[in-house]
């Protein structure tokens, strides 16, 4: 049976950086991708622009006030829905955090092909999700930045092939500062993030390097490598 086009996509997570690289994508190749559902948190206005562009997209807001002033399904329930729609393909789960992870195990079951941009996903559940994808015999792609990379580079490679897997890191906005210098940072400084807003908890993560280690367990899971494989650089 061949491939169909276009490829019918949920976006969870529509108005975030990811989810808003997802729908540039989709605008370039009209011919190969469809929206048929968005998810935001709570940014009603953009979602609402965002399906005034896409307009056969079914919508949802995880934050339940946000979806009653908005007139629009809410909650984590809201989020499954999309997830499992009988008409979608993919989905893009880009949500913030461990929320994503009953939307994904839920579109998992359905046999859809699931791209993880969240890697709490993994971090709090890989031993749950990965068999359940082998069970469900659907894929897998993981579509940040570093993942996504490392994953372009097995195509065609076998576990057995793998030395080590390499992850690199910005230094956020401390690259190049000294320990003494390192000792005297300020919740301030870590939050000035030079390229990304990714709000708190991913910043602080991200100039500490404790999001490297997130990414390690991740990678741990979606390449079945030990964790003494993965190095950071």
Same mark, same amino acid.
């Given at each position: 049976?061949?491939?169909?086009?276009?490829?019918?996509?949920?976006?969870?997570?529509?108005?975030?950086?990811? *989810?808003?690289?997802?729908?540039?994508?989709?605008?370039?190749?009209?011919?190969? #991708?469809?929206?048929?559902?968005?998810?935001?948190?709570?940014?009603?206005?953009?979602?609402?622009?965002?399906?005034?562009?896409? !307009?056969?997209?079914?919508?949802? =807001? #995880?934050?339940?006030? +946000?979806?009653?002033?908005?007139?629009?399904?809410?909650? $984590?329930?809201?989020?499954?829905?999309?997830?499992?729609? @009988?008409?979608?393909?993919?989905?893009?789960?880009?949500?913030?955090?461990? $929320?994503?992870?009953?939307?994904?195990?839920? +579109?998992?079951?359905?046999?859809?092909?699931?791209?993880?941009?969240?890697? @709490?996903?993994?971090?709090?559940?890989?031993?749950?999700?990965?068999?359940?994808?082998?069970?469900?015999?659907?894929?897998?792609?993981? $579509?940040?930045?570093?993942?996504? +990379?490392?994953?372009?580079? &097995?195509?065609?490679?076998? &576990?057995?092939?793998?030395?080590?897997?390499?992850?690199?890191?910005?230094?956020?906005?401390? !690259? *190049?500062?000294?320990?003494?210098?390192? +000792?005297?940072?300020?919740?301030?400084?870590?939050?000035?993030?030079?390229?990304?807003?990714?709000?708190?908890?991913?910043?602080?993560?991200?100039?500490?390097?404790?999001?490297?280690?997130?990414? =390690? $367990? @991740?990678? %741990?899971? =979606? #390449?079945?490598?030990?964790?003494?494989?993965? %190095?950071?650089?």
């Amino acid at each position: 049976m061949g491939t169909h086009y276009p490829r019918r996509v949920v976006i969870l997570g529509s108005t975030g950086s990811i *989810g808003r690289q997802t729908l540039d994508v989709i605008r370039s190749h009209p011919d190969r #991708f469809q929206v048929v559902g968005l998810a935001a948190n709570r940014n009603a206005d953009e979602l609402l622009a965002q399906a005034h562009e896409f !307009r056969f997209a079914k919508l949802a =807001l #995880f934050d339940q006030s +946000a979806a009653a002033a908005a007139h629009l399904p809410g909650g $984590i329930e809201a989020l499954c829905d999309l997830a499992v729609m @009988e008409e979608a393909d993919f989905v893009v789960v880009s949500v913030a955090g461990v $929320i994503g992870l009953v939307p994904t195990l839920a +579109a998992i079951k359905a046999g859809k092909h699931v791209a993880l941009a969240s890697k @709490e996903v993994l971090v709090a559940a890989g031993e749950v999700v990965m068999p359940l994808l082998r069970q469900a015999g659907t894929l897998m792609t993981p $579509i940040d930045s570093e993942h996504s +990379a490392v994953f372009q580079c &097995l195509q065609g490679a076998h &576990l057995d092939d793998i030395d080590e897997v390499i992850l690199t890191a910005s230094g956020g906005p401390f !690259r *190049g500062w000294t320990s003494s210098q390192l +000792a005297e940072v300020t919740v301030a400084q870590a939050l000035n993030h030079p390229t990304w807003a990714m709000g708190g908890k991913i910043t602080i993560d991200s100039a500490t390097l404790m999001n490297k280690g997130l990414e =390690l $367990i @991740e990678a %741990k899971w =979606l #390449f079945g490598v030990e964790p003494s494989q993965v %190095k950071m650089v």
